[in-house]
């Protein structure tokens, strides 16, 4: 038995996981990646963690030449078919930006497998451990992270298969969110049908100011991003949700994160202008404020609509989003 400990989490997801001979096959190409690397994964005590989203595996590996001493893990992902370009964007991106991101030992793009090797320790983690969770624990990582979307190639990555959801073209898709927020509880919906009338606007409005879209992870909080490393660099990964939309939606999910940790009005708006400090020179200070707000606001209504378009019909997971454009905020 490979796998000493297998978590499914509090829900029963629908996944290939219960299926050996998928389970056998994976096992399979990850020996052979490994080979490739001249690696030999331990012959037990491999975890696998399944969700609706992913199912992963941590792999103990030792070097071919000898299995003394601690075992080196290495981390396998299978992604469901709506976000199994994953695999694709995490190699491209580890070949063209290896600074911002991990370099995959391997990926099978036609199953949407990738096989990473072992970041270190998380952001969350880290700032744990140094009994700290405050704002200025996480400046470094949005500015990092604002010169990682300046480099990518958006175009590039929606090649590959990351949804392009940009502000021009959201209005169109006003009756898919509209399906997709009747999937929510019924307080939710509630909020929701609300203020999508003034979502055309909010779109309308972001656009003309002619920032061209960038890739946007669309999860972006501490548990997704590695320390900085040898080279003092973060790397950002978990690339199931991204999307090609305007580059400050990515801030919802940061500044909720930063929120949950006690960070007041103050501490929010000085991680902002931290982020924000990358377009300084094309736009005033004030102007990039708006944006980041009204950027916000649309990638509240986006979530639930990437939500759906990974799990049809089911809201569980989606719940919350429709709150962010309720709540009198200053993004």
């Not at 320790?121 to 300046?150: D, H, I, K, M, N």
């Not at 969110?177 to 929510?184: D, P, T, V, Y």
């Amino acid at each position: 038995m490979l796998f000493s400990e297998v978590d499914r989490g509090a829900l029963a997801p629908i996944t290939p996981w219960e299926n050996l001979a998928w389970r056998a096959e994976t096992e399979s190409w990850i020996r052979a990646a490994l080979a490739e690397h001249g690696r030999t994964p331990a012959a037990e005590g491999w975890r696998a963690r399944v969700r609706r989203w992913s199912v992963l595996y941590e792999v103990p590996t030792f070097s071919r030449e000898s299995t003394a001493g601690a075992a080196e893990p290495v981390w396998f992902k299978a992604n469901p078919e709506a976000s199994r370009f994953e695999a694709a964007v995490s190699w491209y991106l580890g070949r063209e930006h290896p600074e911002h991101v991990l370099t995959p030992l391997a990926v099978d793009t036609e199953h949407g497998w990738t096989l990473l090797p072992d970041g270190g320790p998380v952001v969350r983690a880290a700032l744990a451990a140094r009994g700290s969770t405050t704002v200025a624990g996480y400046v470094p990582v949005v500015q990092q992270y604002a010169e990682f979307q300046r480099a990518v190639s958006a175009e590039r990555v929606v090649e590959l298969g990351v949804p392009q959801i940009g502000v021009k073209t959201l209005p169109e898709t006003l009756e898919q969110i509209e399906a997709a927020g009747r999937a929510l509880p019924p307080e939710e919906r509630h909020l929701l049908d609300a203020r999508l009338p003034d979502f055309a606007s909010w779109c309308h409005e972001l656009a003309a100011a002619g920032m061209p879209d960038a890739v946007d992870h669309a999860d972006l909080h501490d548990g997704q991003i590695f320390a900085p490393g040898h080279d003092g660099h973060h790397r950002f990964f978990d690339w199931g949700d991204a999307a090609v939309t305007h580059p400050f939606s990515s801030m919802l999910v940061t500044t909720r994160v930063v929120r949950r940790t006690g960070a007041d009005a103050k501490d929010v708006a000085r991680l902002h202008d931290a982020y924000l400090e990358a377009w300084t020179g094309e736009y005033d200070r004030p102007a990039l404020r708006e944006m980041l707000a009204l950027a916000c606001r649309i990638e509240a209504v986006a979530r639930i609509l990437v939500w759906n378009r990974l799990f049809p019909g089911n809201a569980s997971g989606s719940s919350g989003w429709a709150g962010e454009l309720t709540e009198a905020r200053d993004f």
